[in-house]
């Protein structure tokens, strides 16, 4: 009783960090099940998911860079679709723990594998499109990958605003510091009541194994890591 208690809890959570309450739970259990558990995983969920980041990342792409050909806009995508940066947009969601893994996959422990990891977001981002439409996985798209998006367009759709910086701050520091530190840097994050009624993230960044620290605050833990990772950039490029 208690193990459910805490499963649910622990979902329950997650849907706090994704921004989005399931209507149906079981396609988030889904989408977090891995083929090593059974023929009820989430593979199908991640064809689809693939599918819709695509989509979603063209529709930006095509009004962000209205000048570019096919061949470009093909290579930009690209790089905003690498596991790299959904790998890291599921630890910023702490996917890791909850990862559904048969027995022998539990013990090589590949709950932490890049490309397992980008195949669960890939897999969440189906299941909100099933459960809920797109301008939810648009929504999550926008806060993850920090895209800037025009809630105005006539036909109801979210649409790109132009020129907006493609590369997220969080990935470009994690590029930087492997290169020039060779270690990732490590966030964490507390909250703090700055009004009555305003609830305020910190979060702190850290280059292992050094001292550079730095700290930001917003309304969500995304933007404050976000924050604080411009900060780092601006330190170490100094």
């Given at each position: 009783?208690?193990?459910?208690?805490?499963?649910?809890?622990?979902?329950?959570?997650?849907?706090?960090?994704?921004?989005?309450?399931?209507?149906?739970?079981?396609?988030?259990?889904?989408?977090?099940?891995?083929?090593?558990?059974?023929?009820?995983?989430?593979?199908?969920?991640?064809?689809?998911?693939?599918?819709?980041?695509?989509?979603?990342?063209?529709?930006?792409?095509?009004?962000?860079?209205?000048?570019?050909?096919?061949?470009?806009?093909?290579?930009?995508?690209?790089?905003?679709?690498?596991?790299?940066?959904?790998?890291?947009?599921?630890?910023?969601?702490?996917?890791?723990?909850?990862?559904?893994?048969?027995?022998?996959?539990?013990?090589?422990?590949?709950?932490?594998?890049?490309?397992?990891?980008?195949?669960?977001?890939?897999?969440?981002?189906?299941?909100?499109?099933?459960?809920?439409?797109?301008?939810?996985?648009?929504?999550?798209?926008?806060?993850?990958?920090?895209?800037?998006?025009?809630?105005?367009?006539?036909?109801?759709?979210?649409?790109?605003?132009?020129?907006?910086?493609?590369?997220?701050?969080?990935?470009?520091?994690?590029?930087?510091?492997?290169?020039?530190?060779?270690?990732?840097?490590?966030?964490?994050?507390?909250?703090?009541?700055?009004?009555?009624?305003?609830?305020?993230?910190?979060?702190?960044?850290?280059?292992?194994?050094s001292k550079l620290e730095t700290e930001g605050e917003a309304a969500n833990i995304q933007a404050a890591e976000t924050i604080a990772a411009q900060k780092m950039l601006a330190l170490i490029q100094k």
């Amino acid at each position: 009783m208690a193990d459910s208690v805490s499963k649910g809890r622990a979902l329950t959570g997650l849907q706090e960090r994704l921004g989005y309450h399931f209507k149906d739970e079981d396609l988030l259990i889904q989408a977090l099940t891995h083929s090593s558990r059974g023929p009820q995983n989430n593979e199908r969920l991640e064809f689809l998911g693939d599918a819709v980041l695509k989509f979603v990342l063209s529709h930006y792409l095509f009004g962000a860079l209205s000048q570019a050909g096919e061949g470009e806009l093909t290579k930009e995508r690209a790089s905003l679709e690498t596991n790299a940066r959904l790998a890291q947009i599921a630890c910023d969601l702490d996917v890791a723990s909850l990862v559904r893994l048969g027995k022998g996959a539990q013990k090589d422990g590949i709950s932490t594998n890049e490309g397992l990891l980008a195949g669960v977001v890939e897999a969440i981002i189906a299941a909100i499109y099933l459960d809920g439409s797109l301008d939810d996985v648009v929504n999550l798209i926008h806060r993850h990958l920090d895209l800037n998006w025009n809630s105005s367009d006539s036909r109801g759709s979210r649409m790109p605003h132009v020129g907006r910086a493609l590369l997220h701050p969080k990935t470009e520091l994690q590029e930087l510091t492997i290169k020039k530190f060779g270690v990732y840097p490590i966030y964490s994050n507390h909250k703090s009541q700055s009004t009555e009624n305003e609830l305020i993230w910190g979060a702190r960044c850290e280059i292992p194994n050094s001292k550079l620290e730095t700290e930001g605050e917003a309304a969500n833990i995304q933007a404050a890591e976000t924050i604080a990772a411009q900060k780092m950039l601006a330190l170490i490029q100094k």
